[in-house]
């Protein structure tokens, strides 16, 4: 709920879509701005430095839409970049716009954040300037009531946890398409992998679009090999495993992680877990080495 002195304030608009994979052709920019951000910013008579052609931004694609907004003083936004990332130019440019009793207008707390820290961080900057946050939907943070405090955060901690189910769930169905059709579904291959052949399929609409395979690496493939067996030797042997042990047993090997001599104890933990290995990694011990069960 916006207070009464808020009408007549100047207003910056803020909007932000999280990674995916039709980026370039979502409208998720201009829906937010369109349907939520300028509806609030008249219910509430806020004003704008400028405001937008909203025929342009509900009718034209993604691209045409975008360009309009990245040309009108007031409204910022980052495309494709997670909330949890704190490096957004188009957050920092609305902030920096910002001057004291200005009203800082966004969909929801979580185009901000999906960040309890960072939400935090980001409301402290606008009030530094005098500036208020003003959320279309769910709570804002123009009220210093303790309870209203405390459900904001209470908000941000469920979408810090949407945002980790989200990314769990998409690791596991990319891994499922690896493991399906051996699709390539990144740039970078999982280790022990290379990309390979490129062929046409036809998706789900009907249409046709270029698929890269994967194919396995014969050098990586033996890596794999030696990590395993070094894994097990320690867990059969001493009863626990140590990921930064196996690490510095490759870099005397001189066993190179493709093109670096130095190997990350996440790097051995990401190809035990590809190996199968997962049932024997649990928690992580001070030293980093892994106790078995």
């Known amino acids: 709920m916006v207070k009464q002195s808020t009408k007549g304030r100047r207003a910056v608009l803020y909007a932000r879509m999280s990674p995916r994979g039709d980026a370039d052709t979502s409208p998720s920019i201009q829906n937010q701005v369109v349907d939520h951000c300028l509806p609030c910013c008249k219910q509430n008579g806020f004003q704008l430095d400028q405001w937008p052609d909203e025929r342009t931004l509900r009718h034209a694609p993604a691209d045409v839409a975008l360009d309009h907004l990245a040309i009108t003083p007031g409204i910022e936004f980052d495309h494709d970049v997670s909330g949890a990332k704190s490096d957004r130019p188009g957050l920092w440019r609305a902030i920096d716009s910002l001057r004291r009793g200005d009203v800082l207008v966004t969909w929801k707390m979580s185009r901000l954040a999906r960040d309890v820290f960072l939400e935090e961080f980001i409301i402290r900057e606008v009030r530094k300037i005098g500036a208020t946050i003003v959320c279309a939907q769910g709570p804002t943070t123009n009220d210093d009531d303790p309870v209203d405090t405390c459900i904001r955060q209470v908000f941000a901690a469920f979408n810090q946890m949407e945002r980790k189910l989200t990314a769990i769930r ?62 097990d030797w320690q867990v059969n042997h001493r009863g626990r495993g140590s990921l930064r042990g196996i690490c510095r047993i490759m870099e005397l090997s001189e066993i190179e992680y493709r093109g670096r001599r130095r190997w990350h104890h996440n790097a051995v933990r990401s190809i035990l877990e590809r190996a199968g290995r997962l049932d024997r990694l649990p928690k992580k011990d001070k030293t980093m080495g892994v106790l078995a069960r």
């Open 170 to 231: 998409t690791s596991a169905k990319m891994q499922q398409y690896q493991n399906e059709d051996g699709r390539a579904m990144s740039a970078i291959p999982p280790y022990g992998q290379r990309l390979g052949r490129v062929h046409t399929v036809v998706d789900r609409k009907g249409e046709t679009r270029q698929q890269q395979l994967l194919e396995p690496d014969r050098f990586e493939q033996l890596v794999i090999q030696r990590i395993v067996a070094e894994w």
